[in-house]
């Protein structure tokens, strides 16, 4: 969980006495730029430190080479069943080709009630067969498709989650030195216990920039055919990054994953309530969680450049700290979101 280190520290939510008081007296520092004391800082409290100091850490092998794994592991009340999205899907036949509102309501005053009932309408039944046959194939990936194509029920997408084993949820994030082209420095995934009363977060850690392969590989053989993505505006940036990383390294990278992006879900159902959809701003006003001197992305590639040039851990320890509370907090966030479409 890192708290021993982080106590040292005031990337920490709960600093010791002794961290607070030395950070006072560095207030004559020459900048007014609040991360660049916070760099300072921890460059000095961490000299003496590596990277096999924070808590959690193992050294882990690949075909490519060593690479660091963080692991820590936490509690959670993570709970997404118990829903009639089913019963609702099949009423639905909106999710058929060609109907909308208008057929809907038409063809329901005609006794067509449901899709299996279109299984005896001249027009539409095999359109229904083939969804049917879909529909109860036990594929999450195939009522997945069929969920998301119906424009006119967003909510079944979130609803459908219960259909999902805890183990395949892959909560993930990604830190780079930049937009593109770049390397990837640390990679976060946090998974559930089955029972969904714990979540364990691993972290694969750039020591060095030629390491990436290693992590790259150590990041992938979390997934497998069923996994499920859960990111924050990772569809749009994330996962492609990673494709582009394997491709650079000429990595196969195979997965074709269902992927929720969380940000397109808060949009939806925060955008009035808050004032905007950023990950930290959703956790403090929904969540009451607020960050103590946490680091933002766009000082990342700095912190980790510092690192790398005084072979000081002082500045990973709070891009380390940033990456597990991202990927963690998606959990939170996915559970309350099934949990507001489903009325709980």
Aim: aromatic share 10%; with cysteine.
């Amino acid at each position: 969980m890192l708290k021993s280190i982080l106590s040292r520290s005031l990337s920490s939510s709960n600093p010791s006495s002794e961290t607070i008081a030395k950070a006072n007296s560095y207030s004559g520092i020459n900048s007014d730029d609040s991360y660049k004391k916070l760099k300072y800082k921890l460059l000095e409290e961490y000299q003496d430190k590596s990277i096999e100091d924070i808590t959690g850490t193992n050294l882990i092998e690949n075909k490519y080479r060593n690479t660091i794994q963080i692991k820590n592991k936490e509690k959670i009340n993570f709970d997404t069943k118990g829903n009639d999205f089913k019963e609702e899907v099949f009423c639905d036949l909106k999710i058929i080709p060609n109907i909308g509102l208008a057929t809907e309501k038409k063809l329901k005053e005609q006794g067509y009630e449901d899709i299996p009932s279109l299984l005896n309408h001249t027009k539409y039944c095999k359109y229904a067969e083939t969804d049917i046959e879909q529909l109860d194939s036990g594929s999450f990936k195939d009522l997945f498709e069929i969920v998301k194509k119906n424009s006119y029920s967003k909510n079944n997408v979130l609803k459908c989650l219960s259909e999902i084993a805890n183990k395949n949820f892959k909560f993930m994030d990604i830190e780079t030195l930049g937009l593109s082209n770049v390397p990837i420095i640390l990679i976060g995934v946090a998974e559930l216990s089955e029972n969904g009363k714990h979540i364990e977060s691993n972290q694969y850690l750039l020591r060095e920039k030629s390491e990436e392969p290693a992590v790259l590989e150590a990041f992938m053989s979390h997934l497998d055919e069923d996994s499920v993505y859960v990111s924050y505006n990772g569809a749009r940036f994330d996962v492609p990054f990673i494709k582009n990383r394997c491709d650079y390294y000429r990595i196969n990278y195979e997965h074709d994953l269902i992927h929720y992006d969380l940000l397109y879900f808060a949009r939806r159902l925060w955008k009035s309530k808050l004032p905007n959809c950023k990950l930290t701003t959703v956790e403090k006003y929904l969540f009451d969680i607020e960050r103590v001197d946490d680091v933002p992305g766009s000082y990342i590639p700095s912190y980790y450049e510092s690192y790398m040039k005084k072979n000081n851990i002082g500045p990973l320890i709070p891009i380390i700290e940033h990456n597990r509370m991202d990927i963690v907090s998606l959990a939170k966030f996915l559970m309350k979101m099934h949990d507001e479409v489903c009325g709980s």
